[in-house]
C-alpha cells in the first residue's frame, strides 16, 4: 500500500523562559511530520522534530532535509522494514539527527497502529516497569526559580532536575532544598564548568543530597569528564558527551550514567541499541530530551521500561501542545493507562 508523507513547522511558546548556561529561550521551534497510509480511512503515524542549534541544527534544516528522509520512505513503501528505513535515512542525511528521528517515530507510530498495539507492547516491554520524570529548573532569579519549584510540588511531581553553570550554583541549590526538602534532586551544568571547579562545586553540592551531577565539563574534554568522574563525591551523568551509538564506549570509564536523547541519536533504533550498548558497559542509562511536543515525547516515554531515569519533561514545559500524548500524572509515566495505539500521540488539528 502506497503511503502519503507531509510536515508542517510550528513554534510553540514556554510557560516560563527555559535558561541553562548556555542561554535562555522563550519558544522551541517543532517541525511535525505525518506519515500515513494512501486510503483514506488508513492509520497516520505522527513524529516530530525539536531541533538544537547545540547539535547544528535549525526548523529550517530540518525542513530543507525532511523531503529527502521522506523520499525514502516513499521509495521503500513498507513501514514495516524500520531497519532498513533507519539505515537509508542515515545514508541520505549523515546529520540533522532530530529531522530522522522525527520520520522515526512517525513510522513507528504508524506500524503500532497497523497492528493496533501501543509502541511498548510491540516492542514487548512491560508497562508496570515505568518510572517518573524529572521536572527541569531553568536558571533564573532566585525569586523565579523558588516559585517554579513551588509549582512542580503543587502539580505533584517528586523529582527536579535543576538547570547550574553560574556563579551561584550553591545559592541555587539551598533556596531549591528550602522549598522542595524531599524531592528526589538531580543538577546539569551543561558544560559550564572546568574540571578541577567540577569537583569543588560537587563537594558542596553533595552536601544536598543530589542523586547525580549531568555534564560538569565541556564535551570537548574528555579527559576533564574523566578526572570529574574519578574525584566526585557523586555520580556524574554524561550529556552531550553522549550522543550516538558511538559515544558509549567512550564515556563508558568518563561516567556512571549515560544520557541519550531521540534528538541527538537520530532515531528509536539507534535509541535501543544505545540503551543496550550502554548496559553492558556497566552504565545506567537514563532518556532526556529537549523542549518538544509530545508528538515526540510520548515516543520516548515507551523505552521507560528499559530506563533508570526519565528526564522526559519537555511537553511540560509548554504553554500550550497541539499535541497530547502518554499520560503522566504527577509526572508518572503511565503506559498501562495509555488507552490509544502507536506512541499515543494525536494531533489537535490534521495538516496539510
Known amino acids: 500500500m502506497a503511503l502519503e508523507t507531509s510536515f508542517e513547522r510550528r513554534s510553540l511558546p514556554l510557560e516560563y523562559p527555559f535558561g541553562i548556561a548556555r542561554g535562555t529561550t ?18 497516520t503515524g505522527i513524529g516530530a522534530a525539536a531541533p538544537s542549534a547545540h547539535y547544528g541544527e535549525t526548523a529550517a534544516t530540518v525542513e530543507a532535509v525532511l523531503p529527502d528522509l521522506l523520499a525514502v520512505v516513499e521509495d521503500i513503501g513498507d513501514p514495516h522494514q524500520l531497519e532498513r528505513i533507519e539505515r537509508r535515512l542515515r545514508e541520505t542525511v549523515r546529520r540533522n539527527p532530530s529531522a530522522r528521528t522525527a520520520v522515526s517515530i512517525a513510522l513507528h507510530d504508524l506500524v503500532a497502529k497497523r ?28 525569586e523565579t526559580m523558588r516559585e517554579k519549584t513551588e509549582t512542580a510540588l503543587e502539580r505533584g511531581y517528586g ?6 553553570g553560574t556563579e551561584r550554583d550553591l545559592e541555587i541549590i539551598r533556596t531549591i532544598r528550602s522549598v ?3 524531592v528526589r534532586l538531580f543538577v546539569d551544568a551543561n558544560e559550564a564548568w572546568t574540571p578541577r571547579e567540577a569537583v569543588a562545586k560537587i563537594e558542596r553540592l553533595a552536601e544536598f543530597d543530589l542523586a547525580f551531577v549531568e555534564q560538569p565539563v565541556p564535551a570537548e574534554d574528555p579527559e576533564g569528564l574523566r578526572f570529574v568522574s574519578e574525584h566526585s563525591a557523586l555520580p556524574i551523568a554524561a550529556d552531550e558527551s553522549c550522543v550516538t551509538l558511538a559515544d558509549i564506549p567512550r564515556i563508558a570509564d568518563r561516567c556512571d550514567i549515560a544520557n541519550l536523547k531521540l534528538m541527538k541519536c537520530g532515531g528509536l533504533g539507534e535509541a535501543k541499541r544505545m540503551i ?4 553492558a558497559h556497566g552504565l545506567e542509562v537514563m532518556c532526556g530530551c529537549m523542549t518538544e511536543s509530545d508528538a515526540s515525547i510520548a515516543a520516548a516515554c515507551h523505552l521507560a521500561p528499559l530506563l533508570d531515569y526519565a528526564d522526559l519533561d519537555g511537553s511540560l514545559l ?19 493507562g495509555l488507552e490509544r495505539p502507536g506512541t499515543g500521540a494525536v494531533l489537535e488539528s490534521e495538516f496539510d
Do not use: N, Q
Open 159 to 164: 523529582t527536579l532536575k535543576v538547570k547550574l
Open 318 to 336: 509548554l504553554a500550550d501542545d497541539p499535541a497530547d500524548g502518554v499520560p503522566m500524572p504527577d509526572g508518572r509515566i503511565d503506559l498501562a
Open 180 to 182: 522542595a526538602p524531599d
Open 276 to 279: 543496550h550498548a550502554a548496559r
Open 26 to 43: 522563550t519558544e522551541t521551534p517543532v517541525v511535525f511530520v505525518r506519515i500515513g497510509d494512501a486510503a483514506d480511512d488508513g492509520p
Open 115 to 142: 497492528l493496533e498495539v501501543p509502541l511498548y507492547r510491540y516492542w514487548g516491554l512491560d508497562p508496570a516497569e515505568t518510572l517518573e520524570t524529572s521536572y527541569t529548573i531553568g536558571l533564573d532569579d532566585l
